[in-house]
């Protein structure tokens, strides 16, 4: 069984990635000060055997999106399925299927203690579901009327080229900049 440097057998790298690693073993990893440099590469080879779709990941940003670089220079945000949800610099929940909780009663159906329930006068759930496989992607409590929240985003070009030693193909500083306001505006003129 081949390790990295930390001692990391690939099997415990995937059960390490699959949150069934025992907490021991996951606290000697993080203890370990010797951690292999090419650890997150490693990572990203499981992930993409993990996936059907051929795009090269860039990052994972959620149990089933990631970021991903496909072969026309696009940078988009994508799903286990193989769903995308566009450019990775508008916000994915804006082309997701979205499901509201604003009733007690329909909180209820989610949180089971009552007194962990949240005020429906004052905010409602916002469920985030993919609109191919329809996996729940996120969970949002916001006032009534609130933007969907914008997680993440990442400056992939800094992270590749200063945290990783290697640039990506095509490194621009326009990549990093929220275009999510872009999304309704192309909705109201009917795009």
């Known amino acids: 069984m081949k390790k990295d440097k930390s001692g ?20 000697k990893v993080i203890r370990d000060s010797d951690e292999d ?8 080879d499981i992930l993409q055997k993990r996936v059907a779709w051929n795009d090269n990941i860039l990052l994972r940003i ?3 999106l990631y970021i991903v670089l ?20 508008i916000n994915w929940k804006m082309s997701s299927r979205i499901y ?10 989610v949180v089971t203690i009552p007194e962990a329930r949240h005020n429906t006068q004052l905010v ?12 729940l ?8 009327g609130y933007s969907p929240t914008f997680e993440i985003l990442p400056d992939l070009d800094t992270f590749y080229r200063d945290w990783l030693g290697s640039s990506l193909p095509d490194e621009n500083d326009d990549w990093f900049q929220d275009k999510t306001l872009e999304k309704p505006a192309q909705w ?4």
């Open 8 to 27: 990391l057998s690939r099997d415990n790298f995937l059960r390490l990635i699959e949150g069934k690693l025992p907490w021991e073993e996951v606290k």
């Open 37 to 44: 440099i090419d650890r997150f590469k490693k990572y990203i």
């Open 62 to 64: 959620s149990d089933h």
């Open 70 to 89: 496909k072969d026309n220079g696009e940078r988009v945000v994508k799903c286990d399925c193989g769903q995308e949800f566009g450019d990775y610099r």
């Open 100 to 109: 509201v909780r604003r009733t007690d009663e329909e909180i209820a159906e």
């Open 124 to 135: 409602e759930m916002r469920e985030f579901y993919c609109p191919g496989c329809y996996a």
């Open 137 to 144: 992607l996120g969970v949002e409590v916001v006032p009534p």
């Open 188 to 191: 109201i003129k009917g795009i």
